[in-house]
């Protein structure tokens, strides 16, 4: 195959690749948004196991888990919000506490995570199951559980910025008093001693997950577990089976974009069931017992912040199937960031530093496509001699490769490359927190959204114009070449709406690419220089 026509190929299927991977969820969203199959490159299939109870559902949404002979299913009153019995205050967060003893509401009160009205970001949906939710499996247990209210016996109002604080509430039922202890710390960590006063069987859930994004991005929402094998498992809203188990479990997180409602147990481990919801979305629920401790965080998935906790727990930050690669890069540009201090620089260098790192890849490739732009005219005449004769005109132009030193293969890897790395990224700078609220340079105050001038989507339209430019071409097919003349237009109209980070990348990378164009051409030239002088002297 010509390379040319292989390389046009190739940045055919990016393009297309980054439609259908990117664009379809924005402009088709589904009623619940569903993105794609996700994992970390070590992902795996849930496993069945009998060795511990299970929850069970119907296709309604709220059920009680049961693992009784008849399989009775009770729903469960949480259709609408019920009084509060307790406040935790922290310098970023409220948390409330309802009649049920469940974490009823989580208000994040940092400036970065307000809404376009300037109200607080609430992170729970007031009809959603809640953190901390009791299900006995025996029904007529769980029903009494639904209608009797814990008590509070401490104080309602708890200040928890400087120092942890610990709630005790109380629930009376006929067969069985629960004790809940929740002892919640300033970051959003929290541990709860559950101890029943007889041994009956019951779950406990982290709740639906958070709800505090409404995208139309394709982004990575539902249910993380992390198996005592480290091995990372996502189940994705409108994709659970109702039938995954992990035993021993380290982390089971229930995640939106940017927040998460965890538990975690690094040394024992969880018993862990996921349900379906009527949606399909996943709902975990963790097995009890009759004195059960559990660690728990709830709030932003802020990289320091879980650190901070228990290294382990950043393995809850998860991007999607590029994560093998989106990881490393998130790591890296933490890094750089920690010696800048601001994400749009911090973007740049990290675009630089992978430029750098390709740069031998892409100096070949260029110089390879460099070539054979000027054997074009020579392939062409091969073309035409041999066009009944496909075997001896491959033989013949694979000669005048050699003969050249041209590569037909030269200008793929690069190319090929720059789809993983891109899409890594992609995940990175829609996913990570960090970003929410971080501001660049005068009018972008916020890396995660738009651009609220369009400035970087058509300065980036305008670069991805002047590289076609700039960069060798020797189209055959006029529907190929119309394609990509109306690709920069068709990327700067599908950026307008993208993250700003996103967009600075896009277009640092154009930059750098155009910078990198214009050093081939010239070494090429010189190339071409020299190779023509020896020829001369050879001659003389």
């Not at 996943?282 to 998935?301: D, S």
């Not at 189209?475 to 394609?483: A, N, R």
């Not at 109306?486 to 993250?499: A, H, Q």
């Amino acid at each position: 195959m010509e390379q040319q026509d292989l390389n046009k190929r190739l940045l055919l299927a990016l393009v297309l690749s980054f439609f259908v991977f990117v664009g379809y969820s924005y402009f088709f969203p589904v009623k619940e948004l569903t993105p794609t199959q996700t994992g970390n490159g070590e992902t795996k299939t849930a496993q069945t196991t009998q060795e511990h109870a299970t929850p069970s559902v119907t296709q309604t949404q709220n059920v009680a888990p049961t693992t009784n002979e008849n399989n009775t299913m009770t729903k469960a009153p949480v259709e609408k919000a019920l009084p509060s019995i307790a406040t935790i205050k922290s310098t970023n967060f409220i948390m409330t506490i309802d009649e049920l003893g469940r974490i009823s509401q989580m208000e994040l009160l940092e400036k970065k995570y307000e809404t376009k009205e300037g109200d607080h970001i609430k992170m729970l949906s007031p009809t959603a199951v809640k953190p901390l939710e009791l299900r006995f499996s025996d029904a007529k247990l769980n029903e009494e559980a639904f209608i009797t209210p814990y008590v509070n016996s401490g104080a309602q109002t708890l200040d928890v910025a400087n120092a942890a604080q610990t709630l005790t509430l109380t629930q009376s039922l006929s067969g069985v008093t629960v004790t809940k202890k929740i002892t919640v710390k300033p970051t959003g960590e929290y541990e709860v001693n559950i101890s029943l006063s007889n041994d009956v069987p019951y779950f406990v859930t982290p709740g639906h997950r958070p709800m505090a994004d409404d995208s139309r991005y394709m982004l990575v929402r539902g249910a993380l577990i992390e198996g005592a094998d480290n091995i990372i498992t996502t189940i994705e809203d409108g994709k659970a089976e109702g039938i995954e188990k992990f035993e021993h479990a380290k982390i089971a997180s229930a995640f939106d974009r940017y927040v998460a409602s965890m538990f975690f147990d690094f040394n024992k481990g969880l018993n862990v069931s996921v349900l379906k919801e009527a949606n399909d979305d996943p709902l975990i629920f963790v097995e009890g017992a009759q004195n059960l401790n559990l660690h728990a965080y709830i709030g932003t998935k802020d990289y320091e912040v879980l650190k901070s906790i228990n290294p382990e727990l950043t393995d809850a930050i998860e991007f999607g199937f590029f994560s093998f690669l989106s990881k490393p890069f998130y790591k890296v540009l933490l890094w750089i960031h920690s010696h800048i201090g601001n994400w749009g620089w911090a973007i740049i260098f990290f675009t630089l530093l992978v430029k750098l790192i390709l740069f031998p890849l892409s100096y070949k490739g260029m110089m390879s496509m460099q070539k054979l732009k000027d054997l074009a005219p020579k392939m062409k005449e091969l073309k035409e001699k041999y066009k009944g004769d496909p075997a001896k005109m491959n033989a013949q132009m694979m000669a005048m490769y050699k003969k050249h030193g041209a590569n037909p293969m030269g200008g793929c890897l690069p190319m090929i490359l720059q789809i993983p790395v891109f899409f890594a990224l992609y995940r990175v700078l829609l996913n990570a927190v960090e970003l929410e609220g971080a501001p660049w340079i005068l009018w972008i105050h916020n890396l995660a959204q738009m651009d609220p001038y369009f400035v970087l989507p058509i300065l980036m339209g305008a670069s991805m114009w002047f590289q076609q430019r700039i960069t060798p071409s020797n189209f055959t097919d006029p529907l190929q070449e119309k394609i990509f003349k109306f690709f920069p237009v068709l990327m700067t109209v599908f950026f307008i709406y993208f993250p700003s980070g996103l967009v600075l990348y896009w277009l640092v990378n154009n930059l750098f690419t155009i910078a990198q164009q214009y050093f081939i051409n010239h070494m090429y030239a010189k190339h071409k220089a020299a190779a023509a002088l020896a020829h001369k002297t050879k001659k003389d």
